[in-house]
């Protein structure tokens, strides 16, 4: 049964993918980056995620390939671990314990079992002083390993990592800080620095940005505050050290990158611009416009095909040498404030926020995929700090889905503040909205708030705004000409004693209209444009207003600062109220829960409630430490049936929120997330098999298969795959490289898939078969080890046989040992028919 | 990698009329050809016949004037005294007046002596018209009787002495020979049949009757009387259908378009007015004096207006010209087969097929703001605007310009002609409600940046002070509108009762000023 416990609160989706460079393998078919406490593997074709190496328990930090072994990667993470993975599979290899938060990582082919980490070691984290470490990887075969032998080879480097470079193959480290290039020579063992002036005459700023070095040259390239690149040369001794500059930049570099040949220098910066600068020949440059946000790093890949940089925006980009852009990897844009609400798109069940500068973003929660960017402000964007750009601040849907109203606004901390009012048609032909309706001056002041009527027939649309008016807005209000009816025009102007009005919401039937003007809320009937009461409960002024659902649409809910309010709209009476403080109120569209976020002593608090009774349904004490002002209500792909109480609430649809420091955070079900897992896993296998005449052949196979087992399974609602198919499943996605020779396999599998008459025959095969892995088990001690785990989950499969279910502990335990290798051989056994 | 976003060039609908199907046809004529006549024009009449010409009654004359002549090509002059409606018989070929004296005549309209004299009526006889068979007249008079008259043997049929005022409508019925309409200054429209010899319906019009109008379905009647047109529905025993009160002075003349029966009505207050078989008013034509009189050709080819000041207003329908054809397929560009070629071309298999970008047409300014070049981006947008006389592109520049935050940059710089260019540009639009903000930004920043220079450039200084001047004069009439709004809104509060009611809808004015959808 479900406990109250098991109601937790998640972590969920559009991690930032561009906190450090991503890192390209060597064939440069997959691009890896670190998001959030996982790293991805997406393919560079087709944009797809292929991994998610999940086990840091903390912020990724940096990424790079093991030198040693070009499929494997090494991971570093503020949790003080490093993490050494086969990025190919998804296997987790080893762990190095540091003990020390680790921010970045570098490694170099001239120093074997050698990896420099950025670390903090002072106790407290505020000093921004990081050292470089080198540490001496222990050669144990133990899956954890506690990595002690640290050596620092500097102190006091910036805490941005892009300041440091290994150079020329390892043979010295470049790390600036502030004003001065350090160079330090390992075999030397001395270290050359180099400062410039903090400004020159022009009063350019000076101040270092990012490091590279040449691959083969003596060379260090680095990107100044003023948009200057200088590159170093001759800096292996004190006094005659060189420099020249190259400007193009009119911003800081925020990145460089040294082909790996070392041909070209590409740099990017706040303008989104890619330049490529030819190597030797100066001021000769290439240049790609308008990639998204800003350009925060430059990753090449070891052939020097593609290139990949990561964006402001949440996005990696994929080019190709000839600079044409081939592939875009973006991530739920999550920019400094959330200033529209969260919303769900009814159609794509999407979620809907603003995202890139102008646009709003549909993200697929269900998938952690972003869907696609909708341009509002449809204006050229301009890079470069400090401008006043549009964004868009405040976007509604309608309950259908077919109509979208934005605010896009400019010049809020001026004085002249300009903002559109736009209303956006759903087009089926292109399954995307289309602009119909620009309001120029919709109000003489900023919108607060808007919402669109909830009745399917006619749509209307309603803005209060901060010159004291609220308007509605109709489509085709004025018909006297055919041709205008599908344009929005106002319909109605109300006001209420030149109070400002500070929000709006329609009932679920839209028969009523409430508008909240500072303390009073003002019920109106929308159909003739009457005010029918007006409700009051003083002090403070009112937040949020919203009416109850389904059984509980007699009830009107305001909060204020200081309590929640509930009104009966039968008797205009107050119904009952408690002193909480709410900082935001959501209704569930599905039922007639609220969930209701309170701020209280440093921490948030969550209730959910419905409007009759007002005792809660479930409580959730202490859910972040920080308030919490959007949330939303997602609906449930499929309706749970959760009979607890406590978990009730959850059964249609799912609570995310938002909280200030933009944490997307959610509720989930232990069980539930199990269950959404094990069906993930098993979509991918169903995927990635393609419909081929073998494939053809196979499924037939499985079918009779799954006739033959139907009996048994009568009883569950997904039937565990039977063995025979998982194992050439896993036959089918082994490694080509790793497995034995064809010729081994092929009598095996094609008699694999006969069907035996004969119980003799089998036994021999079988035996054939034992030889093999026998053979196998030779090669190495770890192959032996799992193999030996996966025959000792058979005999507990076989007793699973009468039960299908497995526990909770067993299905982890054999997730495990399917991802070690050949352990399909041994499956092979059983799935003799 | 995204493609350069071209400059939005807003679209903001012209505040008030909105142009239709209807506006569009009527406002498809000629500017008006004026003609003076000796007096008030009373009456205007178009012949049946092609070509249309039309009979004009003002003081003591009828003018028949061709449809594209300055000067009458006909007249009759012999009256004693005012003449009174003259008007075609159903063939074009006799027309009948009326007269001060009371005498009706009925002349050839080839000829010049009248063919007949009624005499009967004791005073003057203001309407006058023949009935559908051709062989009678009927006829409306101050003395409060309508009668008809033989042509033939020129004796009087009957009268009808039901009205208690002048007579001064008429309207006989096309399908019947034996109905007529008639309007009275006592308020009624009546229906007579002259096989009865009695009226067969009255209608209540509530104000004196100055003129009477029948559909072609003659299931509707039009009345027209003090600021009011009503419509009757025969049918229904004439029951009004819609009253409409769209002039603000007395309605003296109706007539319907020959293409599709919209109904124009004309009055005293100087407009004519369109309506759509909805009753509402799709266009307007404004003249100079009050309207006595009008009347329009078959195919609404030529409206025919008379005034007060006995001008008679003549507008002629325009038509596409041929010759605009001819220039439009000098004009024609590459001739089809360029375009195609190599179009239909189908790659074998083995090709390999170099696919060649789309190439983005931008605008002058867009490539110029593109590669960020303001300043010169800004002197085409005035280019544009010198060219076209269409402010919008070029305000769409100047924000655009303000967006980068670099319309200081711009603007700055620049020598006495490109300035004073740009001050014409603000003078002519810093009063359209649409541009006026950037306007103001672009005087603000002019004046910032010029100050210390400014006495250098006399023509420069001079538009300034151009600009201070319609500035003052424009403040002063905000100031004046906004004390008319503070005296309409004390009458709009004395106006409602003492109702609790809390909203009240903002002002028209303030609403209009306000919506501005696309």
């Known amino acids: 049964m479900v406990e109250k416990s098991d109601i937790r609160v998640v972590r969920c989706g559009g991690s930032k993918i561009n906190l450090r460079p991503s890192v390209f393998s060597?064939?440069?078919?997959?691009?890896?980056?670190?998001?959030?406490?996982?790293?991805?593997?997406?393919?560079?074709?087709?944009?797809?995620?292929?991994?998610?190496?999940?086990?840091?328990?903390?912020?990724?930090?940096?990424?790079?390939?093991?030198?040693?072994?070009?499929?494997?990667?090494?991971?570093?993470?503020?949790?003080?671990?490093?993490?050494?993975?086969?990025?190919?599979?998804?296997?987790?290899?080893?762990?190095?314990?540091?003990?020390?938060?680790?921010?970045?990582?570098?490694?170099?082919?001239?120093?074997?079992?050698?990896?420099?980490?950025?670390?903090?070691?002072?106790?407290?984290?505020?000093?921004?002083?990081?050292?470089?470490?080198?540490?001496?990887?222990?050669?144990?075969?133990?899956?954890?390993?506690?990595?002690?032998?640290?050596?620092?080879?500097?102190?006091?480097?910036?805490?941005?990592?892009?300041?440091?470079?290994?150079?020329?193959?390892?043979?010295?480290?470049?790390?600036?800080?502030?004003?001065?290039?350090?160079?330090?020579?390992?075999?030397?063992?001395?270290?050359?620095?180099?400062?410039?002036?903090?400004?020159?005459?022009?009063?350019?700023?000076?101040?270092?940005?990012?490091?590279?070095?040449?691959?083969?040259?003596?060379?260090?390239?680095?990107?100044?505050?003023?948009?200057?690149?200088?590159?170093?040369?001759?800096?292996?001794?004190?006094?005659?050290?060189?420099?020249?500059?190259?400007?193009?930049?009119?911003?800081?570099?925020?990145?460089?990158?040294?082909?790996?040949?070392?041909?070209?220098?590409?740099?990017?910066?706040?303008?989104?611009?890619?330049?490529?600068?030819?190597?030797?020949?100066?001021?000769?440059?290439?240049?790609?416009?308008?990639?998204?946000?800003?350009?925060?790093?430059?990753?090449?890949?070891?052939?020097?095909?593609?290139?990949?940089?990561?964006?402001?925006?949440?996005?990696?980009?994929?080019?190709?040498?000839?600079?044409?852009?081939?592939?875009?990897?973006?991530?739920?844009?999550?920019?400094?404030?959330?200033?529209?609400?969260?919303?769900?798109?009814?159609r794509s069940k999407a979620l809907v926020l603003n995202g890139r500068p102008g646009h709003l973003q549909f993200y697929s929660l269900l998938r952690d995929k972003h869907l696609y960017n909708l341009d509002i402000v449809q204006q050229e964007y301009i890079y470069e700090a400090g401008l006043d750009q549009f964004e868009v601040v405040k976007a509604v849907f309608d309950i259908k889905g077919s109509w979208l109203a934005t605010v896009e606004e400019r010049g809020r901390k001026s004085s002249d503040l300009e903002f559109f009012l736009k209303l956006w048609a759903y087009d089926e032909k292109t399954q995307s909205f289309v602009l119909n309706t620009t309001i120029t001056a919709a109000h003489t002041d900023r919108i607060i708030s808007m919402c669109f009527s909830s009745s399917e027939e006619t749509t209307m649309l309603v803005t209060t705004a901060e010159d004291g008016q609220f308007k509605a807005w109709c489509q085709g209000a004025d018909a006297d000409t055919q041709q205008d009816q599908n344009f929005w025009s106002c319909d109605f102007v109300g006001s209420y004693h030149n109070l400002k009005p500070t929000n709006c919401s329609f009932s679920a039937d839209s028969s009523l209209l409430a508008v909240s003007f500072q303390e009073v809320i003002t019920i109106w009937s929308p159909e003739t444009w009457e005010m029918l009461t007006t409700l009051c409960q003083p002090p403070g002024e009112i937040r949020d207003l919203c009416f109850g659902r389904l059984s509980c649409s007699k009830y009107l809910l305001s909060t204020t600062n200081r309590n929640l309010c509930c009104w009966n709209l039968l008797t205009c009476a107050l119904e009952w109220s408690t002193s909480v403080e709410v900082s935001k109120l959501q209704p569930d569209p599905l039922s007639e829960n609220v969930a209701a976020f309170s701020y209280q002593s440093k921490h948030t608090d969550l209730f959910v409630f419905k409007p009759s009774e007002p005792r809660p349904l479930f409580t959730h004490k202490n859910v972040c430490s920080e308030k919490v002002h959007r949330a939303v209500f997602v609906p449930q792909e499929e309706p749970l049936n959760n009979c607890d109480e406590s978990s009730q609430w959850l059964n249609r649809s799912q609570l995310y929120f938002l909280t200030q420091n933009m944490d997307l955070l959610t509720f989930n079900q232990a069980t539930e997330e199990d269950r959404m897992l094990s069906s993930s896993k098993r979509l991918v296998i169903d995927d990635s098999v393609a419909v081929t005449p073998f494939y053809l052949l196979l499924g037939k196979h499985r079918q009779q298969q799954q006739n033959l087992n139907t009996p048994s399974y009568t009883g569950a609602d997904k039937p565990q795959q039977p063995q025979g198919s998982a194992t050439i499943k896993e036959l089918l996605h082994t490694p080509a490289h790793v497995l034995p020779a064809a010729s081994v396999l092929c009598s095996m599998f094609v008699n694999s898939l006969l069907i035996s008459k004969t119980g003799v025959r089998e036994e021999m095969e079988s035996s054939e078969q034992e030889m093999d892995s026998e053979k196998e088990e030779e090669d190495s001690e770890e192959e032996m080890e799992a193999c030996d785990s996966q025959q000792e989950l058979r005999a507990q499969g076989s007793v699973d046989e009468v039960t299908p279910k497995l526990s909770k502990a067993q299905e982890k335990e054999l997730k495990r040992v399917r991802k070690t290798d050949f352990s399909w051989m041994t499956g092979l056994i059983d799935s003799k028919p | 990698m995204a493609s350069f976003k071209p400059t939005k060039v807003q679209v903001l609908p012209k505040l008030g009329e909105k142009v239709t199907e209807d506006t569009l046809y009527w406002r498809n004529y000629k500017s008006p050809v004026q003609m003076k006549e000796f007096g008030a024009v009373k009456k205007i009449d178009f012949s049946p016949l092609p070509p249309h010409n039309y009979a004009v009654t003002a003081s003591t004359r009828v003018h028949i004037y061709g449809p594209h002549s300055q000067e009458p090509i006909q007249s009759f002059t012999r009256f004693r005294d005012t003449a009174y409606c003259g008007t075609f018989r159903g063939d074009g070929k006799l027309l009948v007046t009326g007269s001060e004296e009371g005498l009706i005549r009925l002349f050839d309209v080839s000829g010049r002596v009248a063919l007949r004299q009624f005499s009967g009526h004791s005073k003057a006889v203001r309407v006058t018209s023949f009935l559908s068979d051709g062989l009678r007249v009927v006829s409306g008079s101050d003395d409060m009787t309508c009668r008809v008259w033989d042509i033939p043997s020129g004796a009087e049929l009957k009268t009808f002495t039901e009205?208690?005022?002048?007579?001064?409508?008429?309207?006989?019925?096309?399908?019947?020979?034996?109905?007529?309409?008639?309007?009275?200054?006592?308020?009624?429209?009546?229906?007579?049949?002259?096989?009865?010899?009695?009226?067969?319906?009255?209608?209540?019009?509530?104000?004196?009757?100055?003129?009477?109008?029948?559909?072609?379905?003659?299931?509707?009647?039009?009345?027209?009387?003090?600021?009011?047109?009503?419509?009757?529905?025969?049918?229904?025993?004439?029951?009004?259908?819609?009253?409409?009160?769209?002039?603000?002075?007395?309605?003296?003349?109706?007539?319907?378009?020959?293409v599709d029966n919209k109904l124009l009505t004309g009055s005293l207050d100087r407009h004519i007015k369109v309506y759509n078989s909805s009753y509402k008013v799709v266009h307007d034509f404004d003249y100079d004096t009050s309207i006595l009189s009008m009347a329009i050709a078959p195919h609404d080819e030529v409206i025919a207006v008379g005034m007060t000041n006995g001008v008679l207003s003549v507008r002629h329908r325009k038509h596409k010209k041929v010759n605009e054809t001819l220039t439009s397929r000098r004009r024609r560009g590459p001739s089809y087969r360029v375009f195609v070629k190599g179009k239909n071309f189908v790659p074998r298999q083995d090709d390999f097929l170099v696919s060649k970008p789309v190439k983005e047409y931008l605008q002058k300014h867009d490539k110029q703001l593109k590669s960020f070049e303001v300043s010169k981006a800004l002197d085409t947008a005035l280019q544009i605007w010198g060219r076209t006389n269409k402010p919008e592109v070029t305000v769409a520049v100047i924000m655009e310009i303000n967006r980068r935050g670099t319309l200081k940059n711009a603007l700055a710089g620049r020598d006495e002609q490109s300035l004073s260019k740009i001050l014409n540009f603000v003078l002519k639009h810093i009063f359209d409600p649409r541009f006026s903000q950037p306007m103001i930004m672009v005087g603000d920043i002019i004046v910032d940046l010029y100050k210390e220079v400014i006495p250098q450039s006399p023509s420069v200084e001079r538009l300034l002070q151009r600009l201070m001047d319609v500035l003052g004069g424009e403040t002063e009439l905000q100031h004046e509108l906004l004390q008319v709004l503070g005296i309409l809104d004390t009458l709009f509060a004395s106006l409602t009762p003492r109702k609790e009611v809390a909203a009240l809808a903002a002002p028209p004015v303030d609403q209009g000023s306000q919506l501005q959808a696309a």
Not at chain 1, 55 to 83: E, F, R
Not at chain 1, 116 to 122: E, K, P, R
Not at chain 1, 210 to 220: G, K, L, M
Not at chain 2, 184 to 203: A, C, E, N, Q
């Open chain 2, 163 to 258: 009205h208690t005022d002048y007579v001064r409508a008429l309207a006989p019925s096309k399908l019947n020979p034996d109905l007529f309409v008639t309007g009275s200054y006592d308020h009624t429209v009546k229906m007579f049949d002259m096989r009865s010899g009695s009226s067969l319906m009255t209608m209540q019009h509530g104000y004196p009757v100055e003129c009477v109008l029948l559909y072609p379905s003659e299931a509707l009647l039009v009345s027209t009387g003090g600021r009011y047109v009503k419509i009757w529905d025969l049918l229904k025993g004439g029951q009004e259908l819609v009253s409409l009160k769209n002039h603000h002075k007395t309605v003296t003349c109706a007539c319907l378009s020959t």
């Open chain 1, 26 to 346: 060597t064939d440069s078919r997959f691009v890896l980056c670190a998001s959030g406490d996982s790293v991805k593997v997406y393919s560079t074709r087709t944009e797809e995620c292929l991994h998610s190496l999940q086990g840091h328990t903390n912020q990724v930090t940096g990424i790079t390939l093991n030198p040693a072994n070009h499929l494997q990667v090494y991971s570093c993470s503020a949790d003080g671990t490093v993490k050494l993975w086969d990025f190919i599979d998804g296997i987790l290899i080893k762990t190095f314990i540091i003990g020390y938060p680790v921010f970045a990582i570098c490694v170099s082919e001239k120093h074997e079992g050698i990896i420099f980490l950025q670390l903090s070691m002072a106790t407290n984290s505020k000093s921004e002083c990081l050292q470089l470490v080198a540490v001496h990887l222990p050669k144990s075969a133990e899956q954890e390993v506690e990595a002690k032998e640290l050596s620092a080879v500097c102190s006091h480097i910036s805490s941005n990592p892009s300041c440091t470079a290994l150079g020329r193959g390892g043979e010295f480290i470049a790390f600036a800080r502030h004003l001065q290039l350090n160079v330090y020579f390992f075999r030397k063992q001395k270290t050359y620095s180099f400062s410039l002036q903090a400004t020159d005459k022009k009063g350019a700023k000076n101040a270092f940005t990012c490091v590279a070095c040449h691959p083969t040259d003596d060379c260090i390239a680095t990107g100044h505050e003023d948009g200057k690149i200088r590159l170093w040369r001759n800096f292996n001794q004190k006094k005659e050290y060189t420099y020249s500059t190259l400007h193009w930049h009119h911003n800081a570099v925020n990145t460089l990158c040294f082909t790996p040949e070392g041909t070209h220098l590409l740099s990017g910066g706040i303008e989104s611009v890619l330049v490529q600068w030819k190597y030797g020949a100066d001021n000769k440059k290439e240049l790609l416009p308008r990639l998204g946000g800003a350009i925060l790093h430059i990753a090449a890949s070891s052939d020097g095909q593609l290139f990949c940089t990561s964006h402001s925006d949440n996005k990696l980009t994929v080019i190709e040498s000839n600079f044409k852009v081939c592939g875009v990897i973006q991530g739920l844009v999550k920019g400094d404030d959330v200033l529209t609400d969260l919303m769900i798109d009814p």
